[in-house]
C-alpha cells in the first residue's frame, strides 16, 4: 500500500471552467510527489514539491494566484509538519515569496522557532537567500477582479467567494513508513491586513505523525482553529476509527458545532488514505500502487494509471 500522497486545491465552489483547470493541476503535482516517493524519497520532499508546484499555478489560491487582502496586498502562510519527530515549521502573513511552503520547511530545519510571521519571516527569507519577487508576480488579473468586486458596497462576500479554491495541501507516507503534511494558503478574500488563519497552525492547517497519520485541511480557517480539525481527525483515528469514518465525524462536529465548511485530505500508517468534505466541492488527487484517483464532487472517484 506504501507509498501514498493525497493532495487538495482547496474546498468551496467553482465554475466549471476553472474546476477543470483545477483538477488537472492538481493530478500534474500528485504524479510529481508520487514520482519522488516511487524514487525512494522522503514524505516530506514530496509533500514540499507536490505543494511548490500548486503555489506555482494561477488556479489556486496559494502563491501566485493568492486572494488579496482589504489593501489589494498578497499575504501568504504555509505549514509543513515531518511525522517522524514532530518538526514543524509555518510562516504567516509573509509577502514576496514565490513559494511560502518552502520557506516553512527552512523554518523548521534551520531555526529553533515554530512559526515566524510577517516581517519577521521575510528577513528570515533574505538572510536564507530565498529571492524576493514582485508582488505583482503573484497576483493575476482574477484575483484583482475579484478584490475590486468586493470593494463595492453592495458586495456580498459569500458570493465573492464562488469563483475560486482555496488553500492547497498534500499529505504523504514515504517507503519508510515516514509521514508529512504541507498546507499553503493566501488567505481570504478582502480579509483584514494581518489576519492568519487556519494553514499556518499546527493541528489546524495540518497534522503529521508517525504514530498516527497525517491530515492537510481546506475551508473556512476561523472554523478550523475553533475545533483545531486537523488534530480532532487523528484523535478519533487513535480510537480506531479509519481516514474516513475520523474524517467524516471532524467535519460533521465543525458543522453542527460553529456552523463551518471545509474539506481534509489524510493519511494513516499503512497506506489507507481519504479525501473528505462538507463543502459543495473539493479538487482532489491521490497516487498509491501506479493509479491515480480523482475527484471533484460528492461520491467521485476516477481511476487511471499513473506513468511516473
Known amino acids: 500500500m506504501l507509498p501514498v500522497i493525497v493532495v487538495h486545491g482547496g474546498a468551496g465552489h467553482v465554475p466549471k471552467d476553472r474546476a477543470d483547470l483545477s483538477s488537472v493541476g492538481v493530478r500534474d503535482a500528485v504524479?510529481?510527489?508520487?514520482a519522488i516517493l516511487q524514487a525512494g524519497g522522503s514524505a516530506m520532499d514530496a509533500v514540499v514539491e507536490t505543494v511548490t508546484l500548486l503555489e506555482n499555478n494561477p488556479v489556486y489560491n496559494a502563491g501566485r494566484g493568492s486572494d488579496l487582502n482589504v489593501k489589494g496586498e498578497v499575504e501568504m502562510d504555509a505549514l509543513v509538519m515531518d511525522g517522524r519527530t514532530l518538526a514543524s515549521g509555518s510562516v504567516s502573513a509573509v509577502r514576496r515569496v514565490a513559494n511560502p511552503v518552502q520557506l516553512a520547511r527552512l523554518v523548521m530545519e534551520k531555526t529553533n522557532h515554530l512559526?515566524?510571521?510577517?516581517?519577521?519571516?521575510?528577513?528570515?527569507?533574505?538572510?536564507?537567500?530565498?529571492?524576493?519577487?514582485?508582488?505583482?508576480s503573484l497576483i493575476t488579473d482574477y484575483a484583482r477582479m475579484r478584490w475590486k468586486k468586493n470593494l463595492q458596497p453592495d458586495a456580498n462576500p459569500v458570493e465573492c467567494q464562488i469563483g475560486k479554491m482555496g488553500t492547497v495541501g498534500a499529505v504523504a507516507v514515504d517507503k519508510e513508513g515516514n509521514t508529512a503534511c504541507a498546507t499553503s494558503t493566501g488567505g481570504l478574500i478582502n480579509q483584514m491586513e494581518g489576519r492568519v488563519g487556519d494553514t499556518p497552525s499546527v493541528g489546524c492547517g495540518g497534522y503529521a505523525d508517525n504514530l498516527i497519520g497525517a491530515v492537510s485541511t481546506t475551508g473556512h480557517g476561523e472554523a478550523i482553529m475553533k475545533v483545531t480539525l486537523s488534530r480532532l481527525i487523528l484523535f478519533h483515528m487513535e480510537q480506531g476509527k479509519s481516514p474516513q469514518e475520523a474524517s467524516d465525524l471532524a467535519l460533521e462536529y465543525m458543522k453542527e458545532r460553529v456552523n463551518?465548511?471545509?474539506g481534509v485530505v489524510v493519511v494513516d500508517l499503512k497506506g489507507t488514505w481519504a479525501a473528505r468534505f462538507s463543502s459543495l466541492q473539493m479538487v482532489w488527487a491521490a497516487a498509491q500502487q501506479d493509479q491515480l484517483h480523482y475527484g471533484l464532487y460528492h461520491g467521485e472517484d476516477f481511476i487511471e494509471p499513473i506513468c511516473v
Request: with cysteine.
Open 260 to 262: 463551518g465548511l471545509g
Open 31 to 34: 504524479r510529481a510527489g508520487y
Open 115 to 136: 512559526c515566524l510571521t510577517a516581517e519577521g519571516a521575510s528577513k528570515f527569507a533574505r538572510a536564507m537567500g530565498v529571492p524576493e519577487v514582485p508582488e505583482e
